[in-house]
């Protein structure tokens, strides 16, 4: 059952890059990585000052309050368990406590009647004047030690004040206990410790900016060096060099740069050579046909067999000129990705055998013997496009032939292996050099090879057969020729009919080695 349809293969081309997502770096790639780190490190700082400076404002505004409150509480009970049984007690225990009181320049003492007045006071404070801040009200409104912080209105000094409701010891209310302290000191200590903060901030935001300005020196001193180069590569500088510093990300990027101005600049000598090559494989054919259509036009081949001699040259280049532009034609389809596969189902034996048929007598005027080797009772159907196939062993044959003649035979064999159609050629020829094997499948290559050709034989060959599945290996060594092998995927299953590197052929000759892995492209 077969069935005939059309498949197109094409490759991928990628898109320019869109400009307007382009986003605008002022500064470069410093000023962005200043920015980036800087903006990150001024937070954390930032929040760092934020929490030194609220935590020790708390630390100290609390020590104080807690204090106050102590020696509030302290002072308080004391009046209320031995000062308090009369009013004339507790005013002449309260102006002894303020004439002995021995703290008087760090903490004022006042005495409260239970109006609110002032009647005694460590400071000198008039009597009966009342204190502007909210702590005495609530203390005496509500019975319980009240604390208050802010600005006296009497002195405009900050202050922090903490007031004490006094009881008889009956439980009455008689005054009450007022002890003010000033915070000018402890406000003063937590400036410093904010302008110490900054300070170290700004000494860390410094060391950060040269550590980076470092760090980015080293990064982008070989970026540049990097742009120098690729714009000199660029220019048609191929061949250029980095040299490599750091072994880290940016050596990498080195090598692969350097790696990939030796391969621009051996595809451009492969590219200059092929120009030159094919202008002489080009000039050559329409030297002979320019020169016998001249001699034929001149009537200068009178005799029959000159005559018939200058028009088999003529055909017979003019056939040579038809295969190379059809040639060229598609390796410009296959880079294009226009190379277009007819498949169908068929057996590929049979284009093999019309390959090996077509180049049989060729090769036998030229004294090379070309044996083919097939088991008949095996099947060889695959999927793909017959005359493409046809088209791989022609090419393959022909370079045999080509750089294999000095052996004078070449075998061809098919086989079926692990569902895959499996096709070898071989020659007997001098083989291909260990260093050149790993390219000889490279467009425009051609390696120390004298023999004519474009160089793109065997790249539009792989291209063919890479479209229907498969895999094309070149084995070779010096002095043991060169083998082919074609695989394809096989549409039936069979057994293996293999015998040693060529079915059929008598005891199993050596394989050429596998050659080395080709280098990262």
Known sequence: MSQNRKTAVRRRVPRAPDASKVQHSP????????????????????????????????????????????????????????????????????????????????LEVQFLNQYSHVILSTSGMSADSVPQTGDVEKALTTLSVSTWIGEDPLSGERVMSCTAPLFTQGGSLIGGLRVVTSLTIAERQIHRIILLSLLVGVVFVLLVILSNRYFLKTILEPVVRINEIVKEITAGRYGMRLQKIYDDEIGQLCDNINYMSEEIARAERMKNDFISSLSHELRTPLTAIGGWSETLLAGGAEDPEALSQGLEIIQKESKRLTSMVEELMDYARMESGRMKLVVENFDLSLELYEAVYMYKNLLEKEHITLEYNENGTENYFISGDRHRMKQVFLNVIDNAAKYGADGRKIKVSILRRQGQVVVKVRDYGPGIPEDELPFVKEKFYKGSSKQRGSGIGLAVTEEIVKLHGGTLDILSQLGQGTVAVISVPALFQAPSTEKGVFPNAGPPEPEPKQPPASPKA
């Open 27 to 106: 500064g470069g790639l410093k000023g962005r990585w200043l920015v980036n780190s800087l903006s990150f490190v001024v937070v954390i700082l930032a929040a760092v000052i934020i929490f030194v400076s609220v935590g020790f404002s708390q630390y100290y505004y609390t020590t104080i309050r807690n204090n106050l409150e102590g020696r509030v509480n302290t002072t308080a009970a004391t009046f209320r368990n031995y000062w308090t049984s009369s009013y004339e007690q507790f005013y002449a225990s309260a102006r002894r406590y303020v004439v002995e009181y021995e703290f008087k320049d760090k």
